[in-house]
């Protein structure tokens, strides 16, 4: 080897590099463990779904309307859960989508640099606010409200829940939005301003059009964050399973069950206790399918620009 | 003769293009209206929600509600072990998540080489930011809980919170680390720095401050995390403390505090919501307004050191 020596005393510093190669080696474990996780809520899901499985067939679980896991008279469908997470959902995000997409357009192509700048960390602080107070919210505040309106209202029901969902995941959409937007480049700004466009004009039909799958990027990790929230519902919506989707009505979501079942004396092992496993399954592939839908038009936009 | 015929239907024209533009300057300035509107009640929001919990749970803003255990009667009750709880859950999530967090960043930046490992854990950090909390109580019960046989301790909840923590902390340790310049490794390579002391001694050391971030704003989220710690089946009730970690014998400290049932926070306000009694509710709206002034306070400052470092650091 014709190599040249740089340094024959660094060469020769065998403690030097095991230190270096046993650091590398520890920091990949650190980050594989991200991996061990991942593999780890598969695992814990799957292992625990399977003897529910075995008792319940997949066709009971996906068509039976009835879910009563802890009464004498056993049901065992999944669908007065999913409904009373989509219809939870669904009121979220008539709340969050015209709320967050103006946000967005506003703080991307409205707002000054200053406005901005104060707006974006209001924004982050109302992230920042635990769901368990927003449930509060929902129970004391929105639901009385709501009362009023319907005095028929009871006083779990999904409508304030929904409501107040959609006001939490407001700051998701409005910033993953504005995000896309202000990525869209500034020449088409400037083309459609040279024809005469008004800022109004040229945010809807140039730009909208041009961050368009980033912004539904941004609706559906809304809705997968709608999916999986757990506190709001599991307090103000009430925990009983109901085949509806009338939000006035109470029903159970798919988190709100499994609070429910955490919250009463687990048997470890029992039916009851697969059955929350069933349930996240059912949640974890539903977040799933929803994030990689998500994260393929987000790309999709990426690669345009 | 052709030339006053054109006059007047040109005149209209002209009329008719200035109301347009009249039009769409005022579409113009009733969007920006509406914008302002929406972002205003957005704040408002916020701030009724917090004016809300203050002035629901002030009768109970006193001493003795920071050194009362839970009680039967509501006007006894207190959070003493809640506080305590979320203390010590937390500081075990602050030892398992931020060195951990920290280290994977570190290699996803510094170290890995374009690949397929890379590739998976890429992917999976930026799933597990997506994956619902209560997913992960769902894991620690079946993993730390039975598989492990941690029980239902501080502990199972301290590593819970951590899981939930790490995927804020790669994010935000990666960010920070990538801001660096490349001239900055490069000079300590050309003095003879091997690679992790360029790591330790220069990309850390300047990337500071965006890891402070990334790390106050995970612990903020795990104050009032309540969902997963609900499904490991964390007592509601707890009228006692756990061992203190310090004791006044050698060696000093104490680990039984690990093993110890606990409760925190979030948990002993839902515990306070789901009571029929209006007493309780009072209650549950203090709880609420102390964890949101911690979590408020907590973000407030993580995105104030933001600004300064953004602000501050010029390469």
Redesign the interface.
């Given at each position: 080897m014709s190599e040249p020596i740089i340094?024959a005393r660094?060469s020769k510093d065998f403690q030097?590099n095991i230190?270096?190669r046993f650091?590398?080696f520890?920091?990949?474990c650190?980050?594989?463990?991200?991996?061990f996780?991942?593999s780890?809520?598969v695992y814990?899901?799957v292992?625990?779904a399977i003897p529910f499985f075995q008792h319940v067939s997949i066709y009971e679980f996906l068509t039976d309307t009835v879910w009563t896991p802890n009464y004498s008279i056993k049901h065992y469908g999944i669908l007065p859960l999913i409904s009373g997470t989509l219809t939870t959902t669904f009121i979220a995000l008539i709340v969050a989508v015209p709320?967050g997409t103006?946000?967005a357009?506003?703080?991307s192509e409205?707002?000054s640099h200053k406005v901005r700048e104060t707006?974006k960390?209001?924004?982050?602080?109302?992230v920042?606010?635990?769901?368990?107070?927003?449930?509060?919210?929902a129970?004391?505040?929105v639901t009385p409200l709501l009362q009023k309106i319907y005095p028929d209202l009871t006083t779990f029901n999904m409508l304030g829940p929904g409501i107040v969902m959609g006001?939490m995941i407001?700051p998701y959409i409005a910033s993953l939005a504005e995000d896309s937007m202000r990525a869209v480049p500034m020449a088409m700004r400037e083309g459609a301003y040279a024809m005469g466009a008004?800022?109004?004009?040229t945010?809807v039909r140039v730009i909208t059009p041009a961050a368009i799958s980033g912004i539904v990027a941004a609706y559906i990790?809304a809705i997968?964050r709608a999916?999986?929230?757990?506190?709001i519902v599991?307090?103000a919506a009430g925990q009983q399973p109901n085949f509806t989707f009338n939000p006035v009505e109470s029903a159970a979501t798919i988190?709100s069950y499994?609070?429910s079942v955490?919250?009463g004396d687990?048997e470890?092992g029992g039916i009851g206790y697969q059955s929350?496993?069933a349930a996240?399954l059912t949640?974890?592939v539903m977040?799933?399918l929803l994030?990689i839908l998500g994260?393929m038009t987000r790309k999709k936009f990426a690669e345009r620009y | 003769m052709a030339v006053n015929q054109k006059k007047p239907s040109a005149l209209k024209d002209l009329n008719l293009i200035r109301t347009m533009i009249r039009q769409h300057k005022r579409n113009d300035l009733a969007f920006a209206g509406l914008g302002m509107f929406v972002i205003a009640s957005l704040t408002i929001t916020l701030i009724i929600l917090f004016l809300d919990l203050v002035l629901d749970g002030y009768p109970k803003f006193t001493l003795d509600f920071f050194s009362n255990f839970p009680s039967r009667r509501a006007a006894r009750a207190g959070i003493l072990s809640a506080w305590v709880g979320s203390s010590l859950v937390l500081i075990v999530t602050f030892i398992v998540a931020v060195p951990l967090g920290i280290a994977a960043g570190i290699y996803l930046e510094e170290y890995s080489k374009k690949g397929w490992l890379s590739d998976i854990i890429e992917i999976n950090v930026s799933n597990l930011a997506g994956v619902p909390s209560i997913i992960y109580g769902l894991l620690a019960l079946g993993l730390f809980v039975y598989s492990f046989g941690l029980g239902q301790s501080i502990l199972t909840a301290g590593l819970t919170l951590a899981l939930l923590m790490l995927p804020i902390v790669i994010v935000s340790t990666r960010e920070a680390i990538r801001a660096i310049p490349v001239q900055i490794r490069e000079a300590a390579y050309a003095v003879g720095a091997t690679k992790w002391q360029v790591v330790l001694n220069h990309v850390v050391q300047y990337s500071y401050g965006g890891i402070l971030t990334g790390v106050i704003i995970g612990m903020a989220r795990a104050i009032g995390e309540t969902a997963p710690l609900i499904t490991i089946g964390a007592l509601t009730f707890i009228a006692f403390l756990p061992p203190s970690p310090v004791t006044i014998d050698p060696p000093f400290i104490n680990l039984d505090w690990l093993n110890a049932g606990f409760t925190v926070l979030p948990i002993q306000m839902f515990n306070w919501i789901s009571r029929p009694q209006h007493a309780f509710h009072i209650n549950a709206a203090a709880t609420g307004a102390v964890i949101i002034i911690l979590t408020v306070l907590m973000n407030g400052v993580a995105i104030k050191l933001r600004y300064n470092i953004r602000k501050k650091i010029k390469w």
């Open positions: 340094s660094l030097r230190m270096e650091i590398e520890a920091l990949l650190s980050a594989a463990f991200a991996v996780i991942t780890a809520i814990v899901l292992s625990e709320l103006i946000t357009i506003y703080l409205f707002a707006v960390p209001i924004l982050e602080l109302l920042g606010v635990p769901t368990v107070v927003f449930g509060y919210f129970l004391m505040l006001v407001v008004t800022r109004f004009q945010s990790l997968s999916v999986g929230e757990t506190m599991a307090i988190t499994i609070v955490a919250l687990l470890h929350i496993f996240g949640l974890l977040t799933l994030n994260h | -």
